[in-house]
């Protein structure tokens, strides 16, 4: 069994999307094990299962059919056991609609997938080295939006 890993879950339809995310996290320097699913409903039904190990972060697509990622995102945080669970939304959306929604609803961070390969590597890892629980007590608007 790996030690001292960082378990990752993608939730996101696009089966392109699900491929370069696991491939960036092969060549990144990074202890992680990376599970993906393709719709809300697959990732809720892991996370709600007692046998399930939980991941120390989720990147929430936002638009999948079944269940969306808002909706996933509501149903996470009314949760108490899935309280230590970082929510990065990863989404090809930069409406600000969307930014302040997932804001309100208690996500981490907001990230608007990158279009080059290079780039998703540095936010994937930027997002994974964060100490979550020490940089969401000073989390405001200003730092949600990941921009590089």
Known sequence: M????????LADDDEDDRLLFTDAFDELKINT????????????????????VLPHIIFLDLNMPIK???????????????KDIAIAIYSTS?????VENTFVLGANVYIKKP?????L????????????????????????????
């Open 68 to 82: 969306n990622g808002m909706e996933c995102l509501a149903e996470i945080k009314q949760n108490d056991r899935f």
């Open 2 to 9: 790996l030690k001292d890993f960082t378990l990752i879950t």
């Open 94 to 98: 930069s409406s600000e609609e969307d």
């Open 121 to 148: 590597k540095e936010v994937l890892n930027d997002v994974v080295t964060v100490n979550w629980q020490y940089y969401t007590s000073g989390l405001n608007k200003d730092n949600f939006l990941l921009r590089l």
């Open 33 to 52: 094990v990376v599970n993906t699913f393709n719709n809300g409903q697959l990732l809720m039904d892991h996370l709600n299962n007692p046998e399930s």
């Open 115 to 119: 279009s080059d390969f290079n780039t």
